[in-house]
């Protein structure tokens, strides 16, 4: 690289190190549970209670999953050395479209590599010019780059604000009107009101469009996610989400929807028609998930639990913690510098909580996000309150 062209790269890194948004990364040498080892210094292994994982339902070390796995590099091979149309569908990519869609109760469903590839394939594919969305100020960073790539216009309302949304719906002429949401907010983990989007939705006949990352597998009474929580099941026309989070966390996505929809994403969506198949292990060990998924009222009811038991504990602490029912819990710190120093004294005493700050937040809204797994149990949440309340009259905040 020409001298000039470093150094501006190089400036940029020391202006993101002065301002406190520098970000590390940790090397974890055990698999993802809730207590993982990770190296400290160069050789050093450290035990650490892991509390920012989207391993919801601690599925993503499970026996049975590796064992499905296994058999699948087996009997599948290891890579599928093509995309979909031209020579990479298995058996069981169709397989799992049909199991996601029943899952979801929707018509039919279209794998991807990842939810984001799944979020900018979508809106390019299916609206043109003569279309209009409708999405939330806080959808995740893959809707905004999605949306970016289509060319339909863009409203985007308030978070949350249902009188913003239905003032933007009710002046739109457009032919189709989209709604687009998170169903869990990634950064807040609050849930979009889908009751009440659901009622603009209809009055306003427009199409609605659910983000259900952070709540596939765990949210509504048997997992299904917002859609079921909301009991709008049929109310939502697109759900998309990801096998990254609670469906075994490894990688994948999907979307699910309108039958025509689904046909037409496989004939024009651009990451489907120009990225590589999934891995067959994948799909194998993700199957294996979602049957867990569907009995695993157990784990959901134990998720919950733990989940009020540490918002309690940080509320009764006196922790500024964000509104939500999930188990996504963010503590408010606003500074960038402040948070990071928080986490890594954190991870000195034993707890991994990593810093939110911008651009993964708006500037001054730093925060540390936990989130809770089934796996945590009542004894290691106690044992980090007393740490975070350790950090926090450390640090005086
Ligand atoms: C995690 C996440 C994604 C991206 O999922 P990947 O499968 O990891 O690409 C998309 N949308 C939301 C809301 C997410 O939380």
């Not at 279209?110 to 809106?123: H, P």
């Not at 199409?207 to 009991?231: P, Q, R, W």
């Not at 911008?358 to 809204?365: K, L, R």
């Amino acid at each position: 690289m020409v001298y000039t062209s470093k150094n501006i790269y190089q400036n940029q890194l020391n202006d993101i190190v002065e301002k406190g948004l520098y970000k590390n990364e940790w090397k974890i040498t055990s698999s993802q549970s809730a207590q993982i080892k990770v190296l400290e210094g160069s050789n050093v292994e450290k035990d650490i209670l892991n509390l920012c994982a989207n391993n919801y339902l601690g599925l993503s070390n499970n026996e049975e999953i590796i064992e499905a796995a296994k058999n699948s590099l087996t009997e599948k091979g290891f890579g599928m050395s093509s995309v979909r149309f031209i020579c990479g569908t298995q058996d069981i990519h169709k397989e799992l479209e049909f199991k996601l869609s029943s899952f979801l109760e929707k018509e039919d469903t279209i794998l991807f590599a990842s939810a984001f590839d799944a979020n900018t394939a979508l809106f390019e594919a299916i609206l043109t010019e003569e279309d209009e969305l409708f999405s939330d100020k806080l959808v995740h960073a893959s809707l905004i780059d999605g949306m970016r790539l289509c060319k339909a216009k863009k409203q985007i309302y308030n978070h949350s604000d249902m009188a913003d949304l239905e003032k933007r719906l009710s002046e739109s002429t457009a032919r189709i009107k989209m709604i687009v949401t998170d169903g869990v907010f990634s950064m807040d983990g609050d849930m979009a009101k889908l009751d009440e989007i659901s009622l603009l939705s209809e009055k306003y006949n427009a199409m609605l469009v659910v983000d259900d990352c952070h709540a596939t597998g765990f949210i509504g009474e048997s997992g299904k996610g917002t859609h079921e929580y909301f009991n709008v099941k049929d109310k939502v026309d697109i759900i998309t989400t990801t096998f990254g989070k609670a469906l075994g966390g490894s990688m994948g996505g999907s979307i699910s929807g309108p039958k025509e929809v689904i046909e037409i994403l496989r004939q024009k969506a651009r990451p489907y028609l120009f990225s590589n198949a999934l891995m067959p292990a994948i799909v194998s060990g993700t199957l294996k998930a979602l049957e867990l998924v569907e009995n695993a009222n157990e784990k959901r009811k134990q998720l919950i639990a733990m989940s009020d038991y540490w918002k309690n504990g940080l509320v009764s602490l006196g922790f500024d913690v964000k509104e939500g029912s999930t188990p996504i819990i963010p503590i408010m710190l606003y500074e960038s510098k402040v948070t990071q120093e928080f986490s890594k004294r954190l991870f000195e005493n034993g707890v991994y909580a990593v810093g939110f700050f911008y651009p993964v937040v708006a500037e001054g809204e730093a925060r540390i996000r936990t989130q809770i797994s089934a796996l945590h149990t009542k004894n290691q949440l106690e044992q980090a309150l007393k740490i975070f309340q350790k950090v926090k009259s450390e640090l005086g905040v």
